[in-house]
């Protein structure tokens, strides 16, 4: 494992980085491969794509209300307007 080093000065500033940090830095896989290679196989491209990704502005309340359920605020919008599309039917 490597060396640990701090990543803020005395006075909790995150220092600028040099020439020297810099021809020292390693890639990622280089240094945590097991880390890497776990994230690269946690998501890929999707075998069938069905959703397609969008930019909508929506009221802060409207967001506000799906985010307070936690994680998954997005699908439960999702869920949400396909029970409108549905009711219209």
Do not use: C
């Amino acid at each position: 494992m490597p060396k640990a080093i701090a990543a803020t000065d005395d006075l909790d500033e995150v220092p600028e980085l040099t020439e020297a940090d810099f021809a020292k830095a390693r890639p990622a896989r280089e240094v945590f491969p097991d880390l890497v290679d776990r994230y690269l196989r946690s998501r890929g491209a999707q075998k069938a794509p069905t959703k397609r990704q969008v930019t909508i502005r929506l009221d802060q309340e409207i967001i506000e209300h799906f985010k307070e359920g936690g994680a998954g605020w997005q699908t439960r919008i999702n869920d949400a307007l396909k029970r409108e599309i549905a009711s219209k039917s």
